[in-house]
């Protein structure tokens, strides 16, 4: 069983940059879809960008240009760098690997960006 750690948030202020990192105890090979979500408060958690079958990378237009989703096999990582940072961008970070029904979450990590 895959578990998933988050880690690299923190607070920023706007413009500035910030990686995240997502550590996977297993091999995430074999996983349709893995990728990062975001959560503001009082929102629902939403798609930030990801990588299906290990070659399509999607990113959602608010983040386009800004953030770049990777993978790294040898590590089990996945990794977010997110540039020009802006307040709307506030919300917690979760990675995330989806098999078909089985849906593994990391804890999730808080970026913050002031303005």
């Known amino acids: 069983q895959v578990q998933l750690v988050e880690s690299g948030g923190g607070l920023v202020q706007a413009g500035g940059s910030l990686r995240l990192s997502c550590a996977a105890s297993?091999?995430?090979?074999?996983?349709?879809?893995v990728g990062w979500y975001r959560q503001a408060p009082g929102k629902q958690r939403e798609v930030v960008a990801t990588?299906?079958?290990?070659?399509?990378?999607n990113y959602a237009d608010s983040v386009k240009g800004r953030f770049t989703i990777s993978g790294d096999n040898a590590k089990n990582t996945i990794s977010l760098q997110m540039n020009s940072l802006k307040p709307e961008d506030t919300a917690v970070y979760y990675c995330?690997?989806?098999?078909?029904?089985?849906?593994?979450w990391g804890q999730g990590t808080q970026v913050t960006v002031s303005s």
């Open positions: 297993g091999s995430i090979f074999g996983f349709e879809v």
């Open positions: 995330n690997a989806k098999r078909a029904w089985l849906n593994v």
């Open positions: 990588i299906t079958s290990g070659v399509s990378i």
